[in-house]
Every structure is written in structure tokens, then in C-alpha cells.
């Protein structure tokens, strides 16, 4: 971890390996088996792309942005690029990710979730459309656990209530109760703040809202993936999350089965570029 400026903690990116051609490989056949379903990718660079005037001097990190335009170029034409880099490299004053944690915050993913919504076919909502609550004054996250700096000072939280009229069911693959909510309140007291977002990581999620539109949605995700959803619910009556490190079902049977309109990959660009799991995809 790199001690950057103005409370920033940070990660080195490192140059990607084979896997990442791999993970590139398995994801556009998996694309290319899929017929009549849309499909989309949303690769979301770290803080440390964000910021490089806040490393120290001489910390090195390999460009996230070269090997996202890398990855762009090498795509499945069927799949479609969501462009996350742009919108948020516009909005780096604001606070789009935690300084001690390696997500973007509520806010960078609502960036995130204006930017993309055309290409994915809905009108998005406005801030003005929700009601911002801090929930959290004292979350210190991943960075600050390897980091074990008590200088460091705490990131806050904040939860995007919706003024207009929908509400959620959320079901878990394992023993956790259905939620009847997209938050987990209950981890606001504990050290890993983050699993605030849809009760931390499961295999499958699936959250049925309120929106009677037919569109599903499923998401093969890292948990860059949950301060999204909150958002993406407002669009689709279904939303299938699914975790490849915990899932390994055939998921072209999946979507066929549960009847997928949308594909969308979401992962930030590290956790891609080494991710083994995505090999599930090629069954």
C-alpha cells in the first residue's frame, strides 16, 4: 500500500499476465453463445488511475487506462463497451472512491449508473431523485487493514434512499435470510463496512423489484458490483447476481432457463486482469 496525499491509501497496479487474455477469451465466447441477449462490459479503474499526483514520489503503478483501451479493442463486437473511465476521470474532485478502502463510493457508482444508462436502454434518475444519507462517519477499509496507520483518518458512507415508489426482495443462494432491502445495516458496526451493500458477497443474489418492465438483468461481478445495483434496480424487474468464485454453474443454461434480456460483466480492472474464475464461463 503507497501513503498518498490528502489521506489517500493505494494499491499498485501490476502489469497483467496471460490471465487477463485469458479472462478476455472466456468472456467473448461466452458473449458469442449467447443469442438475443444483450451484453455489456463495465471495467472500473481504482483509485490509484485516479490520482497519480497524490502518489509519492517514484511509486510506480502500471496504467490501468492503457490495458482497459487494450481490452476495449479486443472485445466481442456483440458486447458493448460501458465507459466508466471518462465520467469518473471528469469527477475526481468529488469523492468517487474511499481514500482507505479499494471500491468507489455511492457516488462514484451513481457516475457510473448515469453514464451507462443510455447504452443499456433506460432514462436514468437524477440526484435530485434521491435522498443522500450518511449512514457511516467511521468505515476505515481494506487499504487501511494492510496499511495499520492509526493517522489515518475514517471514510464515510452514504446510502441513495429513492423519493419515487419501489421497493425490493432480495434472496441469497445459502442459509441468509431474504432482505427486504438493498442495505445490510447490521455491518455498519462492524470492521467490514462495505458488506452494507447487499449483505457483502454470496454466489447469487437475485433482486426482484417492483418494475413490472420483463427486462432481467445478470450481473457477473466482483463487489464493485453492489453500490451499483441500488441503482440498477430502479430499471429491472430481476436483477441475477452472480459471483464466479462461488458459482459455477453453466450459466448459458442460466439465462436461458430464467430468461436473461441483459448480460453485464462488472468488475474493476484489477481484480479482472487476475481474476482465475472467470474460466467458469467457458463450460
Not at 464466479?244 to 443454461?253: T, V
Request: glycine share 4%.
Amino acid at each position: 500500500v503507497y501513503f498518498g496525499k490528502d489521506g489517500y491509501l493505494f494499491e499498485r497496479f501490476e502489469k497483467p499476465g496471460e490471465q487477463l487474455n485469458s479472462n478476455v477469451d472466456y468472456m467473448n465466447r461466452f458473449s458469442g453463445k449467447i443469442k438475443g441477449v444483450h451484453t455489456f462490459l463495465m471495467l472500473v479503474p481504482t483509485s490509484i488511475e485516479m490520482y497519480p499526483e497524490k502518489l509519492p514520489r517514484f511509486a510506480y503503478t502500471e496504467s490501468e487506462k492503457y490495458w482497459m483501451d487494450v481490452i476495449q479493442q479486443q472485445l466481442n463486437p456483440s458486447t458493448t463497451w460501458l465507459n466508466a473511465y471518462n465520467p469518473l476521470w471528469k469527477a475526481k474532485d468529488e469523492p468517487i472512491y474511499f481514500r482507505t478502502d479499494h471500491h468507489w463510493t455511492t457516488h462514484g457508482a451513481f457516475i457510473a449508473y448515469q453514464n451507462a444508462a443510455n447504452a443499456m436502454g433506460f432514462q436514468a434518475f437524477t440526484k435530485e431523485d434521491f435522498t443522500i444519507e450518511t449512514v457511516s462517519k467511521n468505515f476505515f477499509g481494506t487499504y487501511d487493514a494492510k496499511a495499520n496507520d492509526f493517522t489515518v483518518k475514517a471514510d464515510k458512507i452514504e446510502m441513495y434512499v429513492p423519493k419515487f415508489d419501489v421497493f425490493y426482495r432480495v434472496e441469497f443462494n445459502d442459509d441468509t435470510q431474504v432482505m427486504d432491502s438493498l442495505y445490510a445495516h447490521g455491518f455498519l458496526q462492524k470492521r467490514d463496512q462495505y458488506s452494507f451493500f447487499l449483505n457483502g458477497n454470496h454466489g447469487k443474489v437475485v433482486i426482484n423489484s417492483s418494475v413490472k418492465n420483463g427486462r432481467k438483468l445478470l450481473v457477473v461481478k466482483d463487489s464493485y458490483a453492489h453500490a451499483l445495483m441500488p441503482f440498477l434496480a430502479n430499471h429491472y424487474e430481476e436483477i441475477h447476481m452472480i459471483d464466479l468464485r462461488y458459482y459455477h454453474e453453466k450459466l448459458d443454461n442460466y439465462i436461458e432457463k430464467e430468461t436473461i434480456s441483459d448480460v453485464l460483466f462488472l468488475y474493476n480492472i484489477a481484480t479482472f486482469s487476475e481474476d482465475p474464475n472467470l474460466i467458469w464461463l467457458n463450460q
